[in-house]
């Protein structure tokens, strides 16, 4: 079946950039996403990207999407103390199947 | 305010007992999700609905009921039978409407512990 997966931790000074992978095995993929969670709380929202896209760019973020490869990444500039939290990467399939496929997420550590 | 509530932020359950987890929003979403969440096993999905009065187990079904009598509500019952429930639980929200990326949107979470 679909996979995603991500490596489970990252540790990063602040000021420094943050570069958080992300691989899927569905080649269906129509929208990758990230989510961001904090301690205890929801997941938000942090971004998508269409599959047929190569780059996409938000204030600090940019995801880069290599296709070919089935290879996410999220890269945060400028890492702040506040930017820790897990990192969720999930992917949607083709057609009608309204379900996503999430990796089991990145604990970033921003350290002072 | 537009979003998702859950209630409540945590909750007790006794043995053999069956507890009900609130969620519900005003986005006007027509499909709405379960998902538990262990530590270190990132989102695994419970039930999720399309419509009204319709609804689709996930992954991890087993011990656990819902219902979808409005568009607004979509409650989860952890019956007696989850023998493990101990867990964070987040429901969310996502509309076709909105576009086919369809971006689903999360409560704030019912946290569960067992006595």
């Known amino acids: 079946g679909e996979d995603v997966e991500q490596s489970l931790f990252l540790s990063v000074r602040e000021g420094d950039s943050s570069v958080i992978n992300c691989t899927y095995t569905?080649?269906?993929?129509?929208?990758l996403y990230w989510y961001k969670q904090e301690p205890g709380a929801g997941l938000q929202l942090l971004t998508y990207?269409?599959?047929n896209m190569d780059m996409k760019q938000d204030q600090r973020l940019t995801v880069l999407l290599n296709k070919k490869d089935k290879h996410l990444s999220l890269r945060i500039a400028d890492t702040q103390t506040g930017d820790s939290a897990i990192y969720f990467c999930?992917?949607?399939?083709?057609?009608?199947?309204?379900?996503?496929?999430w990796g089991l997420g990145t604990s970033l550590a921003v350290n002072p | 305010d537009g979003g998702i509530t859950q209630s409540p932020k945590y909750l007790f359950r006794k043995e053999g007992q069956n507890v009900t987890l609130s969620c519900e929003q005003n986005?006007?979403?027509?499909?709405m999700y379960w998902y538990r969440q262990d530590p270190g096993q990132g989102l695994r999905l419970i039930y999720y609905?399309?419509?009204?009065?319709?609804?689709q187990k996930g992954d991890i079904a087993e011990g656990y009921s819902v219902s979808r009598e409005k568009k607004e509500s979509f409650p989860l019952t952890v019956t007696s039978a989850q023998k493990n429930p101990t867990a964070f639980y987040l429901c969310?929200?996502?509309?076709?409407?909105?576009?086919?990326?369809?971006?689903?949107?999360f409560g704030p979470g019912t946290r569960l512990l067992v006595l």
């Open positions: 986005l006007n979403h027509d499909a």
């Open positions: 969310a929200s996502s509309s076709r409407l909105a576009g086919d990326q369809e971006t689903q949107y």
């Open positions: 569905d080649s269906s993929s129509t929208y």
């Open positions: 609905s399309q419509i009204v009065n319709d609804f």
């Open positions: 990207i269409f599959s």
């Open positions: 999930a992917e949607k399939g083709a057609g009608n199947n309204r379900k996503l496929i």
